[in-house]
């Protein structure tokens, strides 16, 4: 198993490959030709297109409820960029990339974070790091060691944990680091009126020490406020009105 500092010259090396030139979209259904399966994926009522549709409306700023949660945790919130479909490379396993819905960087007063942003309706996190880990290869085993010790976990995780709640708030820290912000954030950005997902939500905040204040919607909370950068989660309540979009 790599070492994390071999981990990270293996990220280094992945990364120098990505695409660096973005385009500004004209619209929401811009966003469709980036997801994994566009016929698939792009549904009325489904969190793709309902999350396109809300962060375009928000006219060039960030949706209210996020915007809410960072306010107080820096002051005036700007947002600086947003990009949909983003790809952050992973070392190990066999696909390299973790893909998330939006990552944006953004400023609340001095302040700036890296935040990755995963969209819900009712759709579940994936697999189950139990699950991802049966039959688990070499390259499985680096990746999961190389996020925990980015994150300030320890091995063995509970098999009930969503390795997607994982890979995602893992690409926050990466790209905090590499825009060097003052801080990273991983948001779920829910439009499901029952809150679905927010208890494996919550399980995946329980591995962190500082997390119990998680369980409340509509806050970002440092789960590793002495980290650099710091680490915040958070669970936003989108306007469901996006939902018939």
């Known amino acids: 198993?790599?070492?994390?500092?071999?981990?990270?010259?293996a990220l280094a090396k992945l990364r120098a490959t990505t695409?660096?030139?973005?385009?500004?979209?004209?619209?929401?259904?811009?966003?469709?030709?980036?997801?994994?399966?566009?016929?698939?994926?792009?549904?009325?009522?489904?969190?793709?297109?309902?999350?396109?549709?809300?962060?375009?409306?928000?006219?060039?700023?960030?949706?209210?409820?996020?915007?809410?949660?960072?306010?107080?945790?820096?002051?005036?919130?700007?947002?600086?960029?947003?990009?949909?479909?983003?790809?952050?490379v992973l070392p190990g396993a066999s696909r390299g990339e973790s893909q998330s819905d939006i990552f944006a960087l953004a400023r609340a007063g001095h302040r700036t974070f890296a935040i990755t942003v995963e969209g819900r309706v009712s759709e579940p996190f994936s697999e189950t790091v139990g699950d991802w880990l049966q039959t688990a290869s070499d390259g499985k085993r680096e990746r999961l060691a190389f996020i925990c010790d980015l994150l300030g976990l320890s091995l063995p995780l509970p098999d009930h944990i969503h390795y997607?709640?994982?890979?995602?708030?893992?690409?926050?820290?990466?790209?905090?680091?590499?825009?060097?912000?003052?801080?990273?954030?991983?948001?779920?950005h829910s439009f499901s009126r029952e809150r679905m997902r927010f208890g494996d939500f919550a399980q995946f905040a329980s591995l962190?020490?500082?997390?119990?204040?998680?369980?409340?919607?509509?806050?970002?909370v440092a789960v590793r406020a002495n980290a650099r950068p710091p680490l915040y989660l958070g669970w936003a309540c989108g306007d469901c009105r996006f939902l018939s979009a």
């Open 1 to 9: 198993m790599q070492t994390p500092e071999s981990g990270l010259g």
């Open 164 to 188: 997607q709640l994982l890979h995602r708030t893992a690409s926050a820290v990466i790209e905090a680091r590499r825009f060097k912000t003052d801080a990273a954030a991983m948001i779920v």
């Open 19 to 88: 695409p660096k030139v973005y385009i500004p979209t004209t619209g929401p259904d811009d966003w469709q030709r980036f997801l994994a399966d566009p016929a698939k994926q792009w549904c009325t009522g489904f969190s793709a297109k309902t999350l396109a549709y809300c962060w375009e409306c928000a006219d060039g700023g960030l949706p209210n409820e996020i915007a809410s949660m960072l306010r107080p945790h820096g002051g005036e919130v700007e947002l600086l960029l947003a990009i949909p479909e983003y790809r952050v």
């Open 208 to 220: 962190f020490d500082t997390a119990k204040e998680v369980t409340v919607v509509d806050r970002l």
